[in-house]
């Protein structure tokens, strides 16, 4: 049964970092693609990031771009995302998506990816 947990999520004032963690377990975590993806109020969930696990590849949405990294613990089967420089527009629940069906370049689609967390909420107030 494959599992993804997110954590890390909170409430942070602008300019502020916050960093997410995605721990899997069930997968063959070292051989896909990891997503973080994150869906606002009333707004399509979109990417935000995107690393393929056995190269350490990765994709940002241009909005994210210069402000999160995406990054691995191989040894740890976890996903992380690092935000810095947080911007109220920032504001909704983050999931973390794994077993892309799809190998191509970007962050990809939420449709693309078979597996998703429960999702961990960030704030950023202004």
């Known amino acids: 049964q494959v599992q993804l947990v997110e954590s890390g999520g909170g409430s942070v004032q602008a300019g502020g970092s916050l960093r997410l963690s995605c721990a899997a377990s069930?997968?063959?975590?070292?051989?896909?693609?990891m997503g973080w993806f994150r869906q606002a109020p009333g707004k399509e969930r979109e990417g935000v990031a995107a690393?393929?696990?056995?190269?350490?590849?990765?994709y940002y949405a241009d909005s994210v771009k210069g402000r999160f990294t995406i990054s691995q613990d191989n040894a740890k089967n976890t996903v992380y995302l690092q935000m810095n420089s947080l911007k109220p527009e920032d504001t909704a629940m983050y999931y973390c998506?794994?077993?892309?069906?799809?190998?191509?370049?970007?962050?990809?689609?939420?449709?693309?990816?078979?597996?998703w967390g429960q999702g961990t909420q960030v704030t950023v107030s202004s």
């Open positions: 690393i393929y696990t056995a190269g350490s590849t990765t």
């Open positions: 998506a794994a077993d892309r069906t799809v190998v191509a370049g970007a962050v990809g689609s939420p449709e693309e990816y078979n597996y």
């Open positions: 069930g997968y063959t975590y070292s051989s896909n693609c």
